[in-house]
Structures are given as C-alpha cells and as structure tokens.
Nanobody, 125 residues
Framework: QVQLVESGGGLVQAGGSLRISCAAS????????MGWFRQAPGKEREFVAA????????YYADSVKGRFTISRDNAKNIVFLQMNSLKPEDTAVYYC??????????????????WGQGTQVTVSS
C-alpha cells in the first residue's frame, strides 16, 4: 500500500508562484512514476505533469508547459510541482498519483495505481 500526502496549496494572486509537494510512503519510491492531475469545480480531472521514476523524463500538459516544473527527490520520497505565472484558470484541487514500476512518464489517470487526497490551489485575478 502506498500513501500519498499533498501539501503546499493555498491562495495566490495571478502571476504569482506556488510550490506544492507530495510525500509518499514506501521503501520503493524510486520505482514509482509520479504524476500531478487537477480538477476544477464542475470539470473533469485533467493531467498536469508527470515524471519517470528516475526523474530524467518529464511530460506536461500544453496548458502548463513553460510555467510548471515537476521534480522529485528519491532520497526523501517526495515529488514537487513548481507553478509559476499562475492564472485564475489554474484554480483547482491538485492531486498527485503514483504508478508502481513506472520507467517512463504516464499522462492517463487510469495508468496510476495510487492517489492522494488533493490540495487546493486558488489563483485570484
């Protein structure tokens, strides 16, 4: 069983930055591919960013490319999402997800095995 706990969400003005984190349990974190998804009110959950187990491969949704950066620290079992130049449309609950034995990145929600509870990010205009 893998537990994922997100943190770092909050309220930020448009144009600002925020870094959210996801701490994972388990001794084999370095074998998990990780991803971030988000869900805005009244909308479906959508892919944001993903990273391979090594951290060498990353992939982003077009809507966040160039503004968001996903990274991981396998020694600390944690994955980050650095969000810059935030827009009101980035407002959502952000979820991290883990895929066991994920050599590459994955951008489909069904590929993931475990999910966190989410952290709210609100961007005011």
């Amino acid at each position: 069983q893998v537990q994922l706990v997100e943190s770092g969400g909050g309220l930020v003005q448009a144009g600002g930055s925020l870094r959210i984190s996801c701490a994972a349990s388990g001794r084999t974190f370095s074998t998990y591919a990780m991803g971030w998804f988000r869900q805005a009110p009244g909308k479906e959950r959508e892919f944001v960013a993903a990273i391979s187990w090594s951290g060498l491969s990353t992939y982003y949704a077009d809507s966040v490319k160039g503004r968001f950066t996903i990274s991981r620290d396998n020694a600390k079992n944690i994955v980050f999402l650095q969000m810059n130049s935030l827009k009101p449309e980035d407002t959502a609950v952000y979820y991290c997800a883990a895929k066991l034995y994920g050599r590459t990145y994955y951008y489909t929600a069904d590929d993931y095995d475990y999910w966190g509870q989410g952290t709210q990010v609100t961007v005011s205009s």
